[in-house]
C-alpha cells in the first residue's frame, strides 16, 4: 500500500485509519509513506497546540498528543514492513513518526532536526528511545542542542538505513 502523508495534525486520524486498515489487508504486504512538498513533516503539531493553548482547549491539547503518540506507537510496532521516503525536513513529530518505522530512505534533501529544545521542551514522540541508540552522546547532543543533520549524516549515524539521490 502506498499513500501520502497528509497535514500533520488534521490527518493523524486519518492516518490512524489507515495504517489500522492495511495491517489488516491481507493483500497489503508493505506500507510506503511518503511526504508531500519541500518538507516531510515539520511544526505541525507545535503550531496546533499553541492554536489550542491561545483558544484555551487544553481537552484538545490531551486529545492530539494521544493520537498523535498511538501513531508513533503503531508505526514502531507494526506487523508489516513500512517505509518512509524522506525527501525534505523531517523535524519534532515528522521524526518521531519516520524514525520509529522499519525503513527510512532519505535523500540530499533532507534535513532532519528535533527543534523542541530551542524553545523549552524535550523531544518526545518516541526520539529517547531512536536518540538513545546513536553512537556516542551524538542522541543526547541532537536532542539537547536543535542541531540539524542532512540525509548522508543520518545514514553514517543509523538513523537512516538507505540512502537515494533524489532528481529534485
Not at 77 to 96: D, E
Request: charged share 15%; with cysteine.
Amino acid at each position: 500500500m502506498w499513500f501520502s502523508a497528509p497535514p500533520k495534525f488534521l490527518q493523524i486520524a486519518k492516518l490512524l485509519r489507515t495504517f489500522g486498515e492495511c495491517e489488516q489487508d491481507p493483500q497489503v504486504r508493505l506500507v510506503i509513506v511518503k511526504g508531500k512538498g519541500k518538507a516531510f513533516c515539520v511544526g505541525g503539531d507545535v503550531v496546533r497546540v499553541i492554536q489550542f493553548m491561545l483558544q484555551d482547549t487544553f481537552t484538545s491539547i490531551v486529545d492530539f498528543y494521544r493520537k498523535q503518540l498511538t501513531l508513533d506507537y503503531l508505526v514502531a510496532t507494526y506487523k508489516k514492513p513500512v517505509v518512509f521516503l524522506i525527501n525534505g525536513a523531517a523535524m519534532g513529530g515528522g521524526a518521531g513518526l519516520s524514525m520509529n518505522a522499519k525503513f527510512q530512505i532519505v535523500t540530499q534533501n533532507m534535513v532532519l532536526a528535533m527543534p523542541e529544545a530551542s524553545f523549552g521542551l524535550h523531544p518526545d514522540v518516541g526520539a529517547s528511545y531512536f536518540l538513545s541508540r546513536l553512537p556516542g552522546h551524538f542522541g543526547e547532543y541532537l536532542g539537547l542542542t536543535s542541531a540539524k543533520i542532512n540525509g548522508s549524516e543520518m545514514l553514517a549515524c543509523g538513523l537512516a538505513t538507505h540512502f537515494a539521490y533524489s532528481k529534485e
